[in-house]
């Protein structure tokens, strides 16, 4: 077990790209989910996947922003015509869901610089 | 999801014990009590959680008073890497799925 991983660690942009992050979830967890974190506040949930179905979605997510898990394994979020406002830390988590209690595993985090 | 109140920053020094209060006065019967904390430049990562009685792991401890409405996670002897961002979050075990994080404590440790 390697934990959640997430690539690339670091993207700088210019306003106006597209980028996509990718997260590896742990092996076998069923659900994913997706949040950003801006300097000095608390991460904000922004979608979240269970198997290959996204279940649901924050009003956050704006329609420049995508994100898919096609195979019920890795995810990957993408962001079309970048902002300045985008720039954050985005932030990969999973956990093996079974009806009961959940613990989600956070990866290190995508930290996104909008130019 | 209810709303819980923690302090901006709290400081202590290394290998005395931390209390790190919350407050969530409008918890429901069903809403269990997380602790998430974050490391600089890490994710954050699940620490403890309890409903109604107090809880003890390998990590820390969680007190949680009698009426439910707030809760204090104990740090019996803080080290230097136990300084972070301390997350209390309401979970409903209705409702599983998104943690909703607040601001959170910022935990300074000193040597």
């Known amino acids: 077990d390697t934990g959640v991983s997430q690539n690339p660690r670091h993207k700088i942009t210019k306003r106006g790209q597209n980028v996509t992050f990718r997260c590896d979830p742990i092996s076998e967890h069923n659900r994913l989910y997706w949040y950003r974190q801006t300097l000095g506040q608390g991460p904000e949930f922004l979608t979240y996947f269970q198997n290959e179905a996204q279940l649901e979605k924050s009003r956050l997510l704006s329609d420049r922003f995508s994100a898919e898990r096609p195979k019920g394994s890795f995810s990957t979020l993408e962001i079309q015509r970048t902002e300045q406002g985008d720039s954050a830390m985005y932030l990969c988590?999973?956990?093996?869901?079974?009806?009961?209690?959940?613990?989600?595993?956070f990866g290190p985090g995508t930290r996104l610089l909008v130019l | 999801d209810a709303k819980t109140t923690q302090p901006n920053s709290m400081e202590s020094n290394e290998e005395e014990p931390v209390h790190l209060p919350c407050n969530h006065s409008t918890i429901s019967g069903t809403d269990y009590i997380h602790w998430y904390r974050q490391l600089p430049s890490q994710g954050p990562e699940y620490v403890i959680h309890g409903l109604t009685s107090n809880v003890n792991n390998r990590m820390a401890s969680l007190a949680i008073a009698e009426d439910r409405k707030s809760s204090t996670l104990i740090l019996h002897r803080a080290t230097l890497r136990d300084a972070a961002v301390y997350y209390c979050?309401?979970?409903?075990?209705?409702?599983?799925?998104?943690?909703?994080f607040g601001q959170g404590t910022i935990l300074t440790v000193h040597p």
């Open positions: 988590a999973s956990s093996s869901f079974r009806g009961g209690m959940e613990t989600q595993y």
């Open positions: 979050i309401l979970r409903s075990s209705t409702s599983y799925g998104k943690l909703t």
